[in-house]
T-cell receptor, first 109, second 115 residues
Framework: KNEVEQSPQNLTAQEGEFITINCSYS?????LHWLQQHPGGGIVSLFM???GKKKHGRLIATINIQEKHSSLHITASHPRDSAVYIC???????????FGTGTKLQVIP | NAGVMQNPRHLVRRRGQEARLRCSPM?????VYWYRQLPEEGLKFMVY????????ESGMPKERFSAEFPKEGPSILRIQQVVRGDSAAYFC?????????????FGPGTRLTVL
């Protein structure tokens, strides 16, 4: 079993839909990253959070440390949101990063 | 303030050649991390370096791979005698010095193709 599990693996949505991507982890962490990767592209850090909730534009990230679970929400989805979204947990004294396998999102006009 | 720089962005090597990948961290950052993304797979940690020190190399293959982060200049990931299985995207990330939690900022990656 991977230390970081994401669901769903693939997601297709109609433009305007509300999207939720989930991340569960099994290790103790100090923080969690949500990352975005476009096809053939680089990696952009969307959020780093260790508790509660963060919001940036149409993106919202929440984390529940007790339940070892985080969610990334996209409101009013748009085709340009199509990308792979990766959950990554940070743990240990050296802030080692362990990545989920990613959720491939496609938003259809 | 330029972000994390990696070069080259694309690198083609024949089997048996050496590959050198460079990563210049963001200004003021002294921690560098290297990650590998194999085709159709997720990202995997390789090595964590601070200036002139390897802190954690638990993700590095035991042979042919090495990394350094000298006092001056970029961090280098070196792959000797490359094989087809080394074809992947290699990302580096940097974070500022100091104890405590620091966000990592990612470079654009180097895509290595071994023929």
């Amino acid at each position: 079993k991977n230390e970081v599990e994401q669901s769903p693996q693939n997601l297709t949505a109609q433009e305007g839909e509300f999207i939720t991507i989930n991340c569960s982890y099994s290790v103790g962490i100090s923080a969690l990253h949500w990352l975005q990767q476009h096809p053939g592209g680089g990696i952009v850090s969307l959020f780093m959070l260790s508790s509660g909730k963060k919001k940036h534009g149409r993106l919202i990230a929440t984390i529940n440390i007790q339940e070892k679970h985080s969610s990334l929400h996209i409101t009013a989805s748009h085709p340009r949101d199509s990308a792979v979204y990766i959950c990554a947990v940070i743990s240990g004294g050296y802030q080692k990063v362990t990545f989920g396998t990613g959720t491939k999102l496609q938003v259809i006009p | 303030n330029a972000g994390v720089m990696q070069n080259p962005r694309h690198l083609v090597r024949r089997r048996g050649q050496e590959a050198r990948l460079r990563c210049s961290p963001m200004k003021g950052h002294s921690h560098v991390y290297w990650y590998r993304q194999l085709p159709e797979e997720g990202l995997k940690f390789m090595v964590y370096l601070q200036k002139e020190n390897i802190i954690d190399e638990s993700g590095m293959p035991k042979e042919r791979f090495s990394a350094e982060f000298p006092k001056e200049g970029p961090s280098i990931l070196r792959i000797q005698q490359v094989v087809r299985g080394d074809s992947a995207a290699y990302f580096c990330a940097s974070s500022p010095p100091g104890r405590g939690l620091n966000e990592q900022f990612f470079g654009p990656g180097t895509r290595l193709t071994v023929l």
